[in-house]
């Protein structure tokens, strides 16, 4: 004769091990933090240069479309110049 088992004991262990995986997702930082992140982003672009040049390789290094990788450098260059 089978033996069945309840399949609520699974069931238990699996809610178990899935709490913890979701209590160790970071909260969503909101748009304060977003724009904060935005501007330290763009004061590195316009105050290092050795920074710029790493995030122009990084992001158009990739790019095989002339035109494309010429505006990509071109968005970067802008930040030579002093802000208005």
Do not use: W
């Amino acid at each position: 004769m089978p033996s069945y088992r309840s399949p609520i004991p699974a069931a238990v262990l699996l809610i178990a091990l899935a709490a913890p995986v979701s209590a160790q997702s970071p909260p969503y930082p909101g748009a304060a933090a977003n724009i904060r992140e935005s501007e330290q982003y763009t004061a590195l672009l316009r105050s290092s240069a050795t920074f710029r040049a790493k995030r122009k390789q990084i992001e158009c290094g990739p790019i095989t479309d002339p035109q494309l990788h010429a505006s990509c450098i071109a968005s970067f260059d802008a930040y030579t110049k002093p802000a208005k």
